[in-house]
């Protein structure tokens, strides 16, 4: 999971990426960089850290030109540490390229063996999107042959591109003394949206929260296998790239990852989460009576909504139970399991009045490997609830994800091979309700009639682009982010807010 935006203008784009960043932080939070051109040259930054650490006064008046990119990183395989792999990478030929990526590529090592030995580019990092850089690269100069660079040869190259490539990937690249080139996978799996300002800029991004938020008009998305080039004079081309795209988005953007206010693939998220309410209230009401349900708090904070129509639906007081610490650092990196456990009850602060002497129903959006929930269960008890029953607005998270979502391997995961039973007795919750995986693509799908479908694999085990099977999860699994860990406890939590 990342974040990537792309700009052309007729003034300067520094503040502007940053800008965009910014609403883009919560797509990834351990690196950042932008890259600008002026004329025929790049100018890049990119470091480790929030955008806002990232860069400071030096660093943008160190980004002139009227075109660029940038990227926040959430790492999905590779060295999490490496400053080498944080975004944009950059080739110098044909023409000169920089890149950003959000996504996963899911046949990477077959990809990186084929450019040294066949394509004979040198890729320097562990990171899927060197590999992705260069085989665009490789394709350019294909589709070049030593000539002139123009919309059609671009085309052709993503479409040979596009054949290569097995996994997702929303792409925005930028060649030198052309313009910018954004292209997304045939399944759709990852998000990006293009707009325009009133001043003729035009801008792609993840979401269409990064446009409307830096004062742009969301004018659509780029469709599943399309690729859209703009000029330097902003002029717009588009062609489809792929032979059979569908739209298959991940339907996790819509349970936790995309932020509420974002429109994805002309799906509200906060409806998304107002309708995965709707359908948790029916599970709900079938396993705990109503009447023995005092409170529902939500956990902050992506289950808001979906509590909110919940609380509504079946007439039980809403009440906020847990005041978040925003200045905390997540979890998720944490290295030892004590360290973990230390840092939830910092993140979050129990209001003891309204858990004292009550039933209380806890609401979250996901639970993947249980850890923070069994912590969470425990603080509402020490608070004094009389009963704690936990409801997840997403089904059992039961397999890997291998397009984007550094989810943990199936066996950290808390529902694999468990009934629900198996799991409420590890949370230690009276009651555990989860939503229903038919319902909820029920519940999102009917926003959108004209999708195909949607990437749910980590509920259901269904990867859309197959071409996944055990040994391929194994492969992946062994390029996952390295982190430093302890020895007494190895596992992590890869998602920032997940249980």
């Given at each position: 999971?990342?974040?990537?935006?792309?700009?052309?203008?007729?003034?300067?784009?520094?503040?502007?990426?940053?800008?965009?960043?910014?609403?883009?932080?919560?797509?990834?939070?351990?690196?950042?960089?932008?890259?600008?051109?002026?004329?025929?040259?790049f100018?890049?930054?990119?470091a480790?850290?929030?955008?806002?650490?990232?860069?400071?006064?030096?660093?943008?008046?160190?980004?002139?030109?009227?075109?660029?990119?940038?990227?926040?990183?959430?790492?999905?395989?590779?060295?999490?540490?490496?400053?080498?792999?944080?975004?944009?990478?950059?080739?110098?030929?044909?023409?000169?390229?920089?890149?950003?990526?959000?996504?996963?590529?899911?046949?990477?090592?077959?990809?990186?063996?084929?450019?040294?030995?066949?394509?004979?580019?040198?890729?320097?990092?562990?990171?899927?999107?060197?590999?992705?850089?260069?085989?665009?690269?490789?394709?350019?100069?294909?589709?070049?042959?030593?000539?002139?660079?123009?919309?059609?040869?671009?085309?052709?190259?993503?479409?040979?591109?596009?054949?290569?490539l097995?996994?997702?990937?929303?792409?925005?690249?930028?060649?030198?003394?052309?313009?910018?080139?954004?292209?997304?996978?045939?399944?759709?799996?990852?998000?990006?949206?293009?707009?325009?300002?009133?001043?003729?800029?035009?801008?792609?991004?993840?979401?269409?929260?990064?446009l409307?938020?830096?004062g742009?008009?969301?004018?659509?998305?780029?469709?599943?296998?399309?690729?859209?080039?703009?000029?330097?004079?902003?002029?717009?081309?588009?062609?489809?790239?792929?032979?059979?795209?569908?739209?298959n988005?991940?339907?996790?953007?819509?349970?936790?990852?995309?932020?509420?206010?974002?429109?994805?693939?002309?799906?509200?998220?906060?409806?998304?989460?107002?309708?995965?309410?709707?359908?948790?209230?029916?599970?709900?009401?079938?396993?705990?009576?109503?009447?023995?349900?005092?409170v529902?708090?939500?956990?902050?904070?992506?289950?808001?909504?979906?509590?909110?129509?919940?609380?509504?639906?079946?007439?039980?007081?809403?009440?906020?139970?847990?005041?978040?610490?925003?200045?905390?650092g997540?979890?998720?990196?944490?290295?030892?399991?004590g360290?973990?456990?230390?840092?939830?009850?910092?993140?979050?602060?129990?209001?003891?009045?309204?858990?004292?002497?009550?039933?209380v129903?806890?609401?979250?959006?996901s639970?993947?490997?249980?850890?923070?929930?069994?912590?969470?269960?425990?603080?509402?008890?020490?608070?004094?609830?009389?009963?704690?029953?936990?409801?997840?607005?997403?089904?059992?998270?039961?397999?890997?994800?291998?397009?984007?979502?550094?989810?943990?391997?199936?066996?950290?995961?808390?529902?694999?091979?468990?009934?629900?039973?198996?799991?409420?007795?590890?949370?230690?919750?009276?009651?555990?309700?989860?939503?229903?995986?038919?319902?909820?693509?029920?519940?999102?799908g009917?926003?959108?009639?004209?999708?195909?479908?949607?990437d749910?694999?980590?509920?259901?085990?269904?990867?859309?682009?197959?071409?996944?099977?055990?040994?391929?999860?194994?492969?992946?699994?062994?390029?996952?982010?390295?982190?430093?860990?302890?020895?007494?406890?190895?596992?992590?939590?890869?998602?920032?807010?997940?249980?």
């Amino acid at each position: 999971m990342c974040g990537i935006v792309g700009v052309v203008s007729n003034a300067p784009v520094n503040q502007l990426l940053y800008d965009a960043l910014l609403l883009l932080q919560h797509r990834g939070q351990d690196a950042a960089g932008i890259v600008t051109l002026l004329e025929r040259k790049f100018f890049m930054h990119k470091a480790k850290g929030m955008v806002r650490d990232v860069f400071r006064t030096r660093n943008m008046r160190g980004l002139p030109g009227d075109v660029g990119l940038g990227q926040v990183r959430y790492p999905t395989a590779g060295n999490a540490y490496s400053e080498e792999e944080a975004q944009p990478f950059y080739v110098n030929a044909p023409f000169g390229i920089v890149l950003v990526h959000n996504g996963n590529l899911t046949n990477a090592h077959a990809l990186r063996a084929e450019l040294f030995s066949t394509d004979h580019r040198h890729t320097n990092t562990e990171s899927d999107s060197e590999v992705l850089l260069n085989v665009l690269a490789h394709e350019i100069d294909r589709a070049t042959r030593g000539g002139a660079l123009n919309s059609a040869n671009l085309f052709e190259a993503v479409r040979n591109v596009h054949r290569r490539l097995r996994g997702s990937y929303a792409v925005v690249a930028l060649i030198a003394g052309h313009g910018l080139l954004a292209f997304r996978d045939p399944y759709g799996i990852r998000p990006l949206a293009m707009g325009r300002g009133a001043d003729g800029t035009v801008m792609v991004a993840s979401e269409s929260v990064a446009l409307e938020g830096s004062g742009h008009v969301f004018e659509r998305n780029i469709a599943p296998g399309e690729a859209v080039f703009i000029d330097l004079q902003g002029q717009v081309h588009a062609e489809q790239c792929a032979d059979s795209p569908t739209l298959n988005p991940c339907i996790f953007e819509f349970v936790y990852l995309a932020r509420p206010d974002s429109v994805l693939d002309g799906i509200s998220v906060y409806q998304a989460r107002l309708n995965l309410g709707e359908t948790l209230a029916k599970r709900v009401v079938s396993t705990v009576p109503p009447s023995e349900i005092d409170v529902i708090i939500p956990i902050p904070e992506s289950s808001r909504p979906s509590a909110t129509q919940l609380a509504h639906l079946v007439g039980v007081p809403y009440r906020e139970g847990f005041v978040k610490n925003r200045y905390v650092g997540r979890t998720f990196i944490m290295p030892g399991q004590g360290v973990r456990k230390k840092s939830v009850r910092q993140k979050l602060n129990v209001i003891a009045s309204e858990f004292k002497g009550r039933n209380v129903l806890l609401v979250d959006d996901s639970i993947v490997r249980g850890t923070t929930s069994r912590e969470i269960v425990q603080m509402a008890r020490d608070a004094g609830a009389r009963k704690v029953y936990l409801a997840s607005a997403a089904p059992p998270v039961r397999y890997p994800n291998v397009y984007g979502i550094d989810m943990p391997t199936k066996d950290e995961l808390v529902a694999h091979d468990r009934t629900v039973e198996e799991i409420r007795e590890l949370i230690g919750c009276d009651a555990l309700i989860y939503q229903d995986v038919d319902a909820m693509k029920r519940a999102i799908g009917s926003l959108n009639p004209r999708l195909d479908g949607f990437d749910a694999s980590c509920f259901d085990g269904v990867y859309v682009t197959g071409d996944i099977d055990t040994e391929a999860i194994t492969r992946m699994n062994g390029n996952r982010p390295r982190v430093e860990e302890t020895e007494e406890d190895s596992s992590r939590l890869a998602l920032p807010n997940l249980s």
